[in-house]
């Protein structure tokens, strides 16, 4: 059974508000192999390998940014 996409992109990427990453965007591209990519209407995706992700989310809880 082939794995299911959406599971797939949600272990790959974050998805919030450019505003919310301003002021640790420089510090979470310096300490995982992320990509940040402005998507439009002030949204970035964060985009990365599973393990990334996972920490940048972690990261990303120590320094007060909610993801939806």
Do not use: N
């Amino acid at each position: 059974m082939p794995p299911d996409p959406s599971r797939l992109r949600d272990s790959t990427q974050i998805v919030l508000p450019c505003d919310e990453l301003a002021e640790v965007r420089g510090a979470l591209t310096e300490e995982f192999t992320v990509t940040v990519v402005s998507v439009g209407d002030g949204t970035c995706k964060i985009v990365g390998s599973p393990v990334e992700i996972k920490g940048a989310s972690g990261f990303l809880a120590r320094h007060g940014v909610s993801i939806p």
